[in-house]
Protein backbone atom coordinates (compact mmCIF):
# COMPACT_ATOMS: atom_id res chain seq x y z
CA UNK A 1 0.00 0.00 0.00
CA UNK A 2 1.58 3.60 -1.09
CA UNK A 3 1.93 6.18 2.17
CA UNK A 4 -0.53 8.24 0.32
CA UNK A 5 -3.53 5.51 0.56
CA UNK A 6 -2.66 4.65 4.19
CA UNK A 7 -4.77 7.79 5.49
CA UNK A 8 -7.63 7.27 3.53
CA UNK A 9 -7.83 3.33 4.80
CA UNK A 10 -7.54 4.22 8.21
CA UNK A 11 -10.03 6.85 7.94
CA UNK A 12 -12.55 4.49 6.23
CA UNK A 13 -12.36 1.82 8.61
CA UNK A 14 -12.64 4.39 11.65
CA UNK A 15 -15.43 5.49 10.22
CA UNK A 16 -16.51 1.22 10.50
CA UNK A 17 -15.30 1.66 14.23
CA UNK A 18 -17.51 4.44 15.15
CA UNK A 19 -20.64 3.04 13.92
CA UNK A 20 -19.60 -0.69 15.51
CA UNK A 21 -19.11 1.20 19.15
CA UNK A 22 -22.36 3.70 18.37
CA UNK A 23 -24.45 0.09 17.95
CA UNK A 24 -23.29 -0.38 22.05
CA UNK A 25 -23.40 3.09 22.73
CA UNK A 26 -27.12 3.55 22.25
CA UNK A 27 -28.36 0.35 23.92
CA UNK A 28 -27.45 1.68 27.32
CA UNK A 29 -29.92 4.49 26.80
CA UNK A 30 -32.50 2.02 24.80
CA UNK A 31 -32.92 -0.38 27.84
CA UNK A 32 -34.74 2.29 29.23
CA UNK A 33 -37.70 2.36 27.03
CA UNK A 34 -37.25 -1.66 26.12
CA UNK A 35 -37.53 -2.29 30.13
CA UNK A 36 -40.54 0.09 30.06
CA UNK A 37 -42.20 -1.54 26.82
CA UNK A 38 -41.77 -5.14 28.04
CA UNK A 39 -41.72 -4.62 31.82
CA UNK A 40 -38.19 -6.84 31.83
CA UNK A 41 -36.26 -6.95 35.39
CA UNK A 42 -32.63 -6.13 35.81
CA UNK A 43 -31.71 -9.84 35.23
CA UNK A 44 -33.64 -9.86 31.69
CA UNK A 45 -32.19 -6.47 30.73
CA UNK A 46 -28.75 -7.80 31.40
CA UNK A 47 -29.04 -10.74 29.38
CA UNK A 48 -30.28 -8.68 26.21
CA UNK A 49 -27.01 -7.29 26.94
CA UNK A 50 -24.96 -9.70 27.87
CA UNK A 51 -25.65 -11.97 24.89
CA UNK A 52 -24.01 -9.97 22.39
CA UNK A 53 -21.03 -10.29 24.50
CA UNK A 54 -21.20 -13.95 24.57
CA UNK A 55 -21.43 -14.12 20.29
CA UNK A 56 -18.99 -12.00 19.99
CA UNK A 57 -16.48 -13.84 22.45
CA UNK A 58 -17.24 -16.93 20.65
CA UNK A 59 -17.01 -15.92 17.00
CA UNK A 60 -13.43 -13.54 18.21
CA UNK A 61 -11.64 -16.91 17.40
CA UNK A 62 -13.18 -18.08 14.32
CA UNK A 63 -12.85 -14.47 12.96
CA UNK A 64 -9.51 -13.82 13.26
CA UNK A 65 -8.28 -17.29 11.73
CA UNK A 66 -11.22 -16.12 8.58
CA UNK A 67 -8.54 -13.34 8.96
CA UNK A 68 -5.73 -15.24 7.98
CA UNK A 69 -7.10 -17.17 5.55
CA UNK A 70 -9.19 -14.52 3.30
CA UNK A 71 -7.61 -11.82 4.42
CA UNK A 72 -9.17 -8.43 6.17
CA UNK A 73 -11.25 -6.25 3.18
CA UNK A 74 -13.30 -9.87 2.86
CA UNK A 75 -13.88 -10.06 6.71
CA UNK A 76 -14.36 -6.26 7.21
CA UNK A 77 -17.53 -5.86 4.64
CA UNK A 78 -18.71 -9.45 5.92
CA UNK A 79 -18.72 -8.25 9.76
CA UNK A 80 -20.10 -4.72 8.67
CA UNK A 81 -23.31 -6.25 6.83
CA UNK A 82 -24.17 -8.72 9.25
CA UNK A 83 -24.07 -6.00 12.25
CA UNK A 84 -26.07 -3.50 10.07
CA UNK A 85 -28.55 -6.55 8.61
CA UNK A 86 -29.04 -7.78 12.67
CA UNK A 87 -29.49 -3.90 14.12
CA UNK A 88 -32.62 -3.59 11.52
CA UNK A 89 -33.59 -7.16 12.71
CA UNK A 90 -33.92 -5.91 15.77
CA UNK A 91 -35.61 -2.80 15.44
CA UNK A 92 -37.85 -4.08 13.00
CA UNK A 93 -38.86 -7.46 14.44
CA UNK A 94 -37.78 -7.21 18.41
CA UNK A 95 -41.55 -8.16 19.41
CA UNK A 96 -40.22 -9.94 22.32
CA UNK A 97 -37.52 -10.80 24.67
CA UNK A 98 -36.83 -13.85 23.05
CA UNK A 99 -36.33 -11.70 19.91
CA UNK A 100 -34.19 -9.39 21.28
CA UNK A 101 -32.09 -11.68 22.76
CA UNK A 102 -31.62 -13.38 19.27
CA UNK A 103 -31.06 -10.15 17.12
CA UNK A 104 -28.59 -8.82 19.90
CA UNK A 105 -26.79 -12.61 19.83
CA UNK A 106 -26.60 -12.75 15.70
CA UNK A 107 -25.75 -8.88 16.59
CA UNK A 108 -22.45 -9.74 18.17
CA UNK A 109 -21.66 -12.62 15.63
CA UNK A 110 -21.60 -9.62 12.78
CA UNK A 111 -19.21 -7.57 15.45
CA UNK A 112 -16.86 -10.26 16.21
CA UNK A 113 -15.03 -10.03 12.78
CA UNK A 114 -14.20 -6.41 12.77
CA UNK A 115 -11.46 -5.75 15.49
CA UNK A 116 -9.07 -8.61 14.30
CA UNK A 117 -9.56 -7.58 10.71
CA UNK A 118 -8.80 -3.61 11.31
CA UNK A 119 -5.48 -4.96 13.52
CA UNK A 120 -4.55 -7.16 10.60
CA UNK A 121 -4.78 -4.27 8.22
CA UNK A 122 -3.14 -2.07 10.42
CA UNK A 123 -0.01 -4.99 10.90
CA UNK A 124 0.02 -5.64 7.25
CA UNK A 125 0.13 -1.77 6.35
CA UNK A 126 2.34 -0.04 8.57
CA UNK A 127 5.36 -0.30 10.09
CA UNK A 128 6.11 -2.12 13.79
CA UNK A 129 7.26 1.76 15.28
CA UNK A 130 4.15 3.06 13.68
CA UNK A 131 1.27 0.05 14.64
CA UNK A 132 0.47 1.65 17.63
CA UNK A 133 -0.58 4.89 17.10
CA UNK A 134 -2.49 4.10 13.67
CA UNK A 135 -4.40 1.68 15.91
CA UNK A 136 -4.96 3.61 18.64
CA UNK A 137 -6.39 6.19 15.81
CA UNK A 138 -8.76 3.21 15.21
CA UNK A 139 -9.56 2.65 18.72
CA UNK A 140 -10.13 6.33 19.79
CA UNK A 141 -13.81 5.79 17.63
CA UNK A 142 -15.08 4.70 20.53
CA UNK A 143 -14.57 7.90 22.61
CA UNK A 144 -15.98 9.56 19.30
CA UNK A 145 -18.94 7.64 19.46
CA UNK A 146 -19.60 8.02 23.64
CA UNK A 147 -19.15 11.60 23.07
CA UNK A 148 -21.19 12.17 20.34
CA UNK A 149 -23.37 8.94 20.28
CA UNK A 150 -25.26 10.11 23.63
CA UNK A 151 -26.57 12.65 22.31
CA UNK A 152 -27.50 12.13 19.52
CA UNK A 153 -28.67 8.98 20.33
CA UNK A 154 -30.97 10.59 23.19
CA UNK A 155 -32.56 12.68 20.42
CA UNK A 156 -32.93 10.18 18.22
CA UNK A 157 -34.45 8.24 20.85
CA UNK A 158 -37.24 10.89 22.36
CA UNK A 159 -38.03 11.65 18.38
CA UNK A 160 -38.42 8.21 16.53
CA UNK A 161 -38.16 5.64 18.95
CA UNK A 162 -36.20 3.14 19.64
CA UNK A 163 -36.95 1.03 16.64
CA UNK A 164 -36.57 3.66 14.19
CA UNK A 165 -32.88 4.25 16.01
CA UNK A 166 -31.48 0.80 15.17
CA UNK A 167 -33.00 0.86 11.89
CA UNK A 168 -31.83 3.72 10.41
CA UNK A 169 -28.22 2.90 12.30
CA UNK A 170 -28.03 -0.83 10.67
CA UNK A 171 -29.03 0.95 7.16
CA UNK A 172 -26.00 3.10 7.71
CA UNK A 173 -23.48 0.72 8.86
CA UNK A 174 -24.60 -1.53 5.32
CA UNK A 175 -23.56 1.55 3.21
CA UNK A 176 -20.47 2.06 5.01
CA UNK A 177 -19.17 -1.37 4.35
CA UNK A 178 -20.16 -1.30 1.38
CA UNK A 179 -17.85 2.31 0.61
CA UNK A 180 -15.16 0.38 2.42
CA UNK A 181 -15.01 -2.97 0.23
CA UNK A 182 -14.42 -0.07 -3.12
CA UNK A 183 -11.71 1.17 -1.12
CA UNK A 184 -9.53 -0.99 0.73
CA UNK A 185 -7.05 -2.97 -1.29
CA UNK A 186 -7.22 -6.38 -2.73
CA UNK A 187 -4.52 -8.46 -0.70
CA UNK A 188 -1.96 -10.93 -2.47
CA UNK A 189 -0.88 -13.36 0.19
CA UNK A 190 0.90 -16.00 -0.67
CA UNK A 191 0.26 -19.54 0.18
CA UNK A 192 3.79 -19.80 2.16
CA UNK A 193 3.38 -16.80 4.01
CA UNK A 194 0.63 -18.65 5.30
CA UNK A 195 2.53 -21.57 6.22
CA UNK A 196 5.27 -19.04 8.24
CA UNK A 197 2.65 -18.49 11.06
CA UNK A 198 2.70 -19.41 14.52
CA UNK A 199 1.31 -22.71 15.29
CA UNK A 200 -2.39 -22.66 17.25
CA UNK A 201 -0.53 -24.30 20.12
CA UNK A 202 2.13 -21.56 20.12
CA UNK A 203 -0.04 -19.18 20.31
CA UNK A 204 -2.77 -20.15 22.79
CA UNK A 205 0.18 -21.44 25.54
CA UNK A 206 2.36 -18.14 24.89
CA UNK A 207 2.83 -16.09 28.33
CA UNK A 208 2.17 -12.87 27.07
CA UNK A 209 -0.70 -13.76 25.01
CA UNK A 210 -2.48 -15.57 28.30
CA UNK A 211 -1.39 -12.18 30.68
CA UNK A 212 -3.07 -10.01 28.02
CA UNK A 213 -6.43 -12.26 27.88
CA UNK A 214 -6.63 -11.54 31.23
CA UNK A 215 -6.08 -8.28 31.67
CA UNK A 216 -8.08 -7.14 28.85
CA UNK A 217 -11.10 -9.10 30.36
CA UNK A 218 -11.11 -7.29 32.99
CA UNK A 219 -10.70 -4.25 31.70
CA UNK A 220 -13.56 -4.61 29.46
CA UNK A 221 -15.80 -5.30 32.68
CA UNK A 222 -15.92 -1.82 33.67
CA UNK A 223 -16.09 -0.65 29.70
CA UNK A 224 -18.84 -2.33 29.08
CA UNK A 225 -20.48 -2.91 32.40
CA UNK A 226 -20.72 1.21 32.82
CA UNK A 227 -21.80 1.07 28.92
CA UNK A 228 -25.02 -0.95 29.75
CA UNK A 229 -26.32 -0.02 33.39
CA UNK A 230 -24.56 4.06 33.94
CA UNK A 231 -27.73 5.76 32.07
CA UNK A 232 -29.60 3.47 34.94
CA UNK A 233 -27.82 3.97 37.57
CA UNK A 234 -28.17 8.16 36.85
CA UNK A 235 -31.44 8.49 35.57
CA UNK A 236 -32.83 6.30 38.38
CA UNK A 237 -30.90 6.14 41.30
CA UNK A 238 -29.25 9.96 40.97
CA UNK A 239 -32.35 11.15 39.48
CA UNK A 240 -30.73 13.00 36.92
CA UNK A 241 -32.05 13.85 33.71
CA UNK A 242 -32.05 12.17 30.70
CA UNK A 243 -30.35 14.55 28.34
CA UNK A 244 -28.01 15.14 30.95
CA UNK A 245 -27.10 11.82 31.55
CA UNK A 246 -26.35 11.59 27.88
CA UNK A 247 -23.68 14.42 28.29
CA UNK A 248 -22.15 12.71 31.56
CA UNK A 249 -21.89 9.83 29.53
CA UNK A 250 -20.46 12.03 26.67
CA UNK A 251 -17.80 13.43 29.47
CA UNK A 252 -16.42 10.00 29.67
CA UNK A 253 -16.42 9.08 25.89
CA UNK A 254 -14.63 12.70 25.72
CA UNK A 255 -11.83 11.39 27.79
CA UNK A 256 -11.66 8.00 26.00
CA UNK A 257 -11.28 9.90 23.07
CA UNK A 258 -8.24 11.93 24.12
CA UNK A 259 -6.59 8.92 26.27
CA UNK A 260 -6.84 6.93 22.66
CA UNK A 261 -4.66 9.39 20.65
CA UNK A 262 -2.29 10.25 23.26
CA UNK A 263 -1.56 7.07 24.42
CA UNK A 264 -0.55 5.08 21.23
CA UNK A 265 1.54 8.21 20.58
CA UNK A 266 3.13 8.67 23.98
CA UNK A 267 3.73 4.87 24.41
CA UNK A 268 5.03 4.26 20.77
CA UNK A 269 7.46 7.38 21.22
CA UNK A 270 8.85 6.94 25.11
CA UNK A 271 7.51 3.82 26.64
CA UNK A 272 8.64 1.03 24.30
CA UNK A 273 9.31 -2.06 26.64
CA UNK A 274 7.45 -0.45 29.67
CA UNK A 275 4.22 -0.93 28.40
CA UNK A 276 3.25 -3.24 31.61
CA UNK A 277 4.27 -0.34 33.79
CA UNK A 278 1.57 2.19 31.77
CA UNK A 279 -1.40 -0.41 32.00
CA UNK A 280 -0.82 -0.68 36.05
CA UNK A 281 -0.48 2.66 36.45
CA UNK A 282 -3.66 3.26 34.30
CA UNK A 283 -5.90 0.51 36.03
CA UNK A 284 -4.95 1.70 39.30
CA UNK A 285 -5.75 5.45 38.33
CA UNK A 286 -9.28 4.61 36.14
CA UNK A 287 -10.40 1.85 39.84
CA UNK A 288 -10.32 4.87 41.66
CA UNK A 289 -12.16 7.07 39.37
CA UNK A 290 -14.77 4.68 39.23
CA UNK A 291 -15.43 4.54 42.58
CA UNK A 292 -15.47 8.53 42.69
CA UNK A 293 -18.51 8.14 39.97
CA UNK A 294 -20.47 5.83 42.57
CA UNK A 295 -19.79 8.46 45.67
CA UNK A 296 -20.69 11.24 43.48
CA UNK A 297 -23.92 12.96 43.65
CA UNK A 298 -23.72 15.63 41.78
CA UNK A 299 -23.79 15.71 37.85
CA UNK A 300 -20.94 17.92 37.14
CA UNK A 301 -18.50 16.11 39.69
CA UNK A 302 -20.38 12.58 38.27
CA UNK A 303 -18.78 14.10 34.55
CA UNK A 304 -15.43 14.85 35.75
CA UNK A 305 -15.07 11.33 37.37
CA UNK A 306 -15.92 9.55 34.73
CA UNK A 307 -13.68 11.60 32.46
CA UNK A 308 -10.82 10.88 34.46
CA UNK A 309 -11.98 7.34 35.01
CA UNK A 310 -11.86 6.45 31.13
CA UNK A 311 -8.50 8.49 30.37
CA UNK A 312 -6.71 5.88 32.28
CA UNK A 313 -9.29 2.69 31.62
CA UNK A 314 -8.67 3.77 28.11
CA UNK A 315 -5.01 4.23 27.84
CA UNK A 316 -4.70 0.38 29.92
CA UNK A 317 -6.88 -0.73 26.65
CA UNK A 318 -4.88 0.72 23.83
CA UNK A 319 -1.78 -0.19 25.43
CA UNK A 320 -2.90 -4.15 26.19
CA UNK A 321 -4.95 -4.24 22.35
CA UNK A 322 -1.74 -3.05 20.61
CA UNK A 323 1.04 -4.69 22.72
CA UNK A 324 0.73 -7.85 20.09
CA UNK A 325 1.36 -6.13 17.48
CA UNK A 326 5.18 -5.07 18.60
CA UNK A 327 5.75 -8.57 20.10
CA UNK A 328 4.10 -11.26 17.74
CA UNK A 329 4.56 -12.18 14.05
CA UNK A 330 1.97 -10.07 12.09
CA UNK A 331 1.14 -13.68 9.79
CA UNK A 332 -0.96 -14.35 13.18
CA UNK A 333 -2.30 -11.36 13.82
CA UNK A 334 -5.69 -11.76 13.15
CA UNK A 335 -5.88 -15.12 14.93
CA UNK A 336 -3.91 -13.51 18.26
CA UNK A 337 -6.05 -10.22 18.13
CA UNK A 338 -9.05 -12.42 17.88
CA UNK A 339 -7.81 -14.55 21.00
CA UNK A 340 -6.62 -11.51 23.18
CA UNK A 341 -9.94 -9.72 22.17
CA UNK A 342 -12.12 -12.79 23.21
CA UNK A 343 -10.92 -12.10 26.58
CA UNK A 344 -12.01 -8.49 26.45
CA UNK A 345 -15.56 -9.72 24.95
CA UNK A 346 -16.14 -12.22 27.82
CA UNK A 347 -16.06 -9.33 29.40
CA UNK A 348 -18.10 -7.04 28.01
CA UNK A 349 -20.51 -10.70 28.90
CA UNK A 350 -19.89 -11.31 32.67
CA UNK A 351 -20.18 -7.44 33.27
CA UNK A 352 -23.86 -7.05 32.74
CA UNK A 353 -24.86 -9.83 33.98
CA UNK A 354 -23.47 -9.88 36.93
CA UNK A 355 -24.45 -6.39 37.41
CA UNK A 356 -28.41 -7.12 37.20
CA UNK A 357 -27.89 -10.23 39.81
CA UNK A 358 -25.87 -7.81 41.89
CA UNK A 359 -28.38 -5.11 41.73
CA UNK A 360 -31.68 -7.61 42.35
CA UNK A 361 -29.67 -9.36 45.51
CA UNK A 362 -28.58 -6.36 46.99
CA UNK A 363 -30.46 -3.44 45.78
CA UNK A 364 -27.70 -0.98 45.45
CA UNK A 365 -24.93 0.05 43.31
CA UNK A 366 -22.13 -0.08 46.09
CA UNK A 367 -21.29 -3.82 45.07
CA UNK A 368 -21.72 -2.70 41.02
CA UNK A 369 -18.83 -0.53 41.41
CA UNK A 370 -16.65 -2.10 43.88
CA UNK A 371 -16.63 -5.15 41.19
CA UNK A 372 -16.44 -2.55 38.37
CA UNK A 373 -13.04 -1.06 40.10
CA UNK A 374 -11.57 -4.50 41.23
CA UNK A 375 -11.65 -5.44 37.89
CA UNK A 376 -9.60 -2.31 37.20
CA UNK A 377 -6.81 -3.64 40.05
CA UNK A 378 -6.41 -7.12 39.04
CA UNK A 379 -6.05 -5.81 34.92
CA UNK A 380 -3.25 -3.82 37.08
CA UNK A 381 -2.12 -6.18 38.70
CA UNK A 382 -2.00 -9.85 36.32
CA UNK A 383 0.01 -8.06 33.27
CA UNK A 384 3.71 -6.96 35.49
CA UNK A 385 4.85 -10.06 34.63
CA UNK A 386 4.98 -8.92 30.88
CA UNK A 387 8.20 -7.11 31.31
CA UNK A 388 9.95 -10.81 31.21
CA UNK A 389 8.67 -11.78 27.35
CA UNK A 390 9.73 -9.47 24.64
CA UNK A 391 9.10 -11.65 21.29
CA UNK A 392 9.35 -9.85 18.52
CA UNK A 393 7.46 -9.64 15.61
CA UNK A 394 8.77 -10.04 12.14
CA UNK A 395 9.91 -6.78 10.24
CA UNK A 396 7.47 -4.88 8.17
Keep these: MTTRSRPMMIAM ?11 KTVMG ?9 FGLSTTQLGYITGIFFLAYSLFQIPAGWLNDRFGYRAMTFLSLCLLGLFAICFGLMGFSLGLLIVFR ?10 PCSCAKAVTENFAVEQRT ?3 SILLSSSGLAMTVGPVITVAVL ?11 LGLLVIVVAALILLILPRQHSSASQQRAAMPWSEII ?11 IFCINIPTYGLLAWLPKFLVQQREI ?11 GGLGIWISSLTTGWLVGRYMQGHEHRVISLSALLSAAGIWLVYVSENAWV ?41 GGTLGGFVAPIVMGYLLALTGDYSAVFLFLAGAMLLAGLVILPAAAYRVQPQAH
Design 13 to 23: LFTGYVLVYID
Design 105 to 114: FLSGVGHSGY
Design 302 to 342: IGLSLFFADIFLMAAFVTVFTLPMKRLPQQVMGATIGLVNT
Design 133 to 135: FAQ
Design 158 to 168: NMAGWRHAFIG
Design 205 to 215: KNPLVIMLFIA
Design 241 to 251: PVHISGLIVGA
Design 29 to 37: FALLPIEKE
